[in-house]
């Protein structure tokens, strides 16, 4: 199944896009409003998903693969209720369909478009990925040859700075480095076009780290943007969200997918902190190693393979999906 976003001044301008490209079949995924329009993700299905399909055993039940899905992520029993409970609804197509309708029904999905007005400062507890995802969404920008500026406020850590600037020079982007919040404030205030900004690991759970991380957002006037890693404890990665709630993150970035085969502690901080989703992690590829995430997307990494006509590995995540 091939996934494709497209963005135009209004709905019906992004639908006839969607017509023209995709054909009669395409499916609307997803529907967002965004600053200047419209995003909308729509699917088709290619024939070699079709010849894929054909060799798999379909599931006996789909609810029943759904909630054996969800149980095997570790969803919380009352979360895992709900999203089946909803899936009931488009029960009769494809689980992968019935299921993406379900979480698209409880969560929001917000991919980083990176407009020139925005400001982004990525904040998650040290090791979370913060440096490499501030990267990929370097190299994001670059190979659409679109402009970013890029600070590094992370100047306390041993070869913070250091890392990331190595990882600019190779995208051949200059780094500003602001030690400090007069500095942050007067290096945002200097940038023209889309800003990144790469924050130092903080403890979640002292209220001192958390109000530092509240005056960056506040002296870059940034959007904090929350970055976890996959494979957490659950009860920890609830913790640390609700923390990074009451910061003013509203959406999440997780990482290393591709080291995690259990999304259960994801799926439960989103909801648990009223998260959008925003990306996905899949791979240490600086250029090609994350992935904006969809409703469906996040429901083929949800199911066995055996219960969706498209490829579900991380790794073989639909080029038509990125912005």
Sequence with gaps: MR???????????????????LGPDAVIVATEDIEGGCLITAAIEDEDDAGCAAVLDPPADPLEAIAAALDNHGVPPMLAQALGSAALDGIDEDPAA????????????????????????????????????????????VLMR???????????????????GALMRVLDLPLVAAD????????????????????PGFNP????ERDGIRALAAAAKAEPVLVLAAGMDLAETIETAGCCAEIGCRRLIATRLDLSRRLGSLIAA??????AFAEVGI???????????????????????STGPGPVAPETFDRGTRP
């Design 3 to 21: 996934l494709r976003n497209y963005t135009a001044p209004t709905v019906t301008d992004a639908m006839r896009l969607v017509r023209e490209q």
């Design 98 to 141: 019935a299921l993406a309708g379900a979480l698209a029904a409880r969560f929001r999905f917000a991919p980083v478009l990176l407009a020139p007005a925005d400001r982004l400062l990525l904040i998650g507890p040290p090791g979370a990925g913060k440096t490499v995802t501030a990267a990929k969404l370097a190299a994001r920008q």
């Design 146 to 164: 679109r402009t970013l500026c890029m600070i590094s406020a992370d100047t306390t850590r041993a070869g913070g700075v250091e890392q990331l």
């Design 180 to 199: 400090g919040l007069d500095a942050l404030a007067r290096a945002a205030a200097a940038a023209r076009g889309p800003l990144i900004i790469d924050s």
């Design 205 to 208: 759970y002292r209220a001192a």
């Design 270 to 275: 989103a909801a648990a902190g009223g998260y």
């Design 283 to 305: 791979a240490p590829d600086i250029a090609d190693g994350l992935w904006p995430l969809t409703p469906l997307g996040l429901a083929r990494l949800l199911l066995p393979q």
